[in-house]
């Protein structure tokens, strides 16, 4: 079992920056993908990063490739989603997951493969 909380959430203006970060609890959290969600109001949750458990291999969005950064610390049972130029349409409840996914590339991006969530954090980006 592991459970995750996220933090870092809040208001900020376009073209500003927020680091969400994802505490872990559970022994297993090192050897799961982890994976961040956003869902905006009406609209259905979506992919946004994942990293594999090494931390070697991470996949983005295409929507928010070369703004946002996805990290973790195995040591600290933690991950974090530095993002970077944020813009309005960034607005949305962010959330983080985990699960051991096949492959990262392909299957990252299917939020049905993660067993654990978050709360989520909610993400304001005023204009």
């Known amino acids: 079992q592991v459970q995750l909380v996220e933090s870092g959430g809040g208001l900020v203006q376009a073209g500003g920056s927020l680091r969400l970060s994802c505490a872990a609890s559970?022994?297993?959290?090192?050897?799961?993908?982890v994976g961040w969600f956003r869902q905006a109001p009406g609209k259905e949750r979506e992919f946004v990063a994942a990293?594999?458990?090494?931390?070697?291999?991470?996949n983005y969005a295409d929507s928010v490739k070369g703004r946002f950064s996805i990290s973790r610390d195995n040591a600290k049972n933690t991950a974090s989603l530095l993002m970077n130029s944020l813009k309005p349409e960034d607005t949305a409840v962010y959330y983080c997951?985990?699960?051991?996914?096949?492959?990262?590339?392909?299957?990252?991006?299917?939020?049905?493969?993660?067993?654990?969530w978050g709360q989520g954090s909610q993400v304001t980006v005023s204009s």
């Open positions: 997951a985990a699960d051991r996914i096949p492959d990262l590339r392909v299957d990252a991006r299917d939020p049905r493969l993660y067993a654990y």
């Open positions: 559970g022994r297993t959290f090192s050897t799961y993908t």
């Open positions: 990293i594999s458990w090494s931390g070697s291999v991470t």
